[in-house]
């Protein structure tokens, strides 16, 4: 259900559902993910190596420090701009991706259910959605990289306070490398996702064809899997731009490091940190987009099977 399907007429929703959906599966994923989404944020910010004296060592290691130093609520820190972030990516990018592969079935003859095509849309749609929120994503990635004492009380606070220190530019800090980053990222997941369930359908018996919510869950997550795993860098580079400006709240993990732009931040990780320093954090990411991506489209199709349930039984009640 995830596109354009021109085999399924009957069965199309409005932009308003498709936007609810999306903005559902957003909440559910980001409320999920949130720990891990906090414990990759700080491995991409430390400089230190995460085997040798980082103050960060390792999943269980990062897990239990930050409980310890600040507390459960510590792994939800930035909870409000990302579920704005979350509900408000989701609506924009599903009803840009619906959009687009209607736009591709009706304007031209390529097959709008074509992995390719997936890759191209989700793509797009992806930009679209980031050219949104991204002050939501900076905001975010603020409060999940500041310790104890907070710099930030409140979200009110730090978009005062960023944007008298700085003024609105702050907001898009980061901005190229991650649209640079999210056009493949979200391309990979959707084309993905396509592949993946084809495969599934290929592969396993008609009877399992028929759990779709397990088709789902699973081809999502492996799209997840892969995506995440082809784009991380470009990730790691947005997240350290994004605290430029910001390092007095990020003295008490370890050196901070202030980048002229994405080429020198990238050339000075590289230089300072090495080759395993592109992919720090990889692994709690790994797990999150599994997850993540996994919940989003289950999610997402399950809601939009809602939307189509009741629609068949109004039109049931109405002819009856």
Same mark, same amino acid.
């Given at each position: 259900m995830v596109g354009y399907d021109p085999g399924s007429e009957g069965? +199309? !929703?409005?932009?308003?559902e498709v936007a609810t959906a999306g903005s559902l599966s957003g909440l559910v994923t980001r409320a999920a993910i949130s720990p891990l989404d906090v414990i990759k944020i700080r491995f991409q910010l430390q400089i230190e190596d995460l085997s040798g004296h980082g103050k960060y060592r390792g999943i269980l290691h990062a897990a239990?420090? +930050? !409980?310890?130093?600040?507390?459960?609520?510590?792994?939800?820190?930035?909870?409000?701009?990302?579920?704005?972030?979350?509900?408000?990516?989701?609506?924009?990018?599903?009803?840009s991706f619906e959009a687009l592969t209607q736009t591709v079935h009706t304007s031209t003859t390529l097959?709008?259910?074509?992995?390719?095509v997936h890759f191209l849309c989700g793509g797009l749609a992806a930009c679209s959605a980031t050219l949104a929120v991204q002050p939501l994503d900076t905001l975010r990635t603020r409060f999940a990289a500041q310790g104890e004492p907070k710099v930030y009380r409140t979200l009110r606070h730090a978009v005062v306070t960023m944007y008298r220190t700085d003024g609105a530019s702050?907001?898009?800090?980061?901005l190229f490398p991650t649209l640079l980053a999210v056009f493949p990222y979200a391309g990979l997941q959707f084309s993905s996702y396509n592949f993946l369930q084809r495969i599934w359908s290929w592969l396993l018996p008609s009877n399992y064809n028929k759990r779709d919510n397990l088709k789902s869950l699973l081809c999502g997550s492996g799209a997840g899997v892969i995506s995440k795993t082809v784009t991380y860098p470009l990730d790691l580079f947005k997240k350290r731009l994004q605290v430029g400006g910001f390092e007095q709240a990020r003295a008490a993990f370890g050196e901070v490091r202030t980048y002229q732009g994405l080429v020198d931040c990238v050339c000075r990780i590289q230089k300072e940190e090495g080759f395993r320093g592109?992919?720090?954090?990889?692994?709690?990411?790994?797990?999150?987009?599994?997850?993540?991506t996994g919940l989003t489209f289950f999610t997402y199709e399950m809601v939009c099977s809602m939307f189509w349930s009741m629609k068949q039984t109004k039109d049931t009640q109405s002819r009856g």
């Open positions: 069965r +199309i !929703l409005s932009a308003t239990r420090l +930050i !409980l310890k130093e600040e507390g459960i609520s510590a792994f939800w820190k930035g909870h409000v701009p990302a579920q704005l972030l979350s509900v408000s990516y989701g609506a924009v990018q599903f009803m097959d709008s259910r074509a992995p390719a702050t907001f898009y800090r980061g592109l992919f720090k954090g990889l692994s709690p990411s790994l797990i999150k987009a599994a997850v993540s």
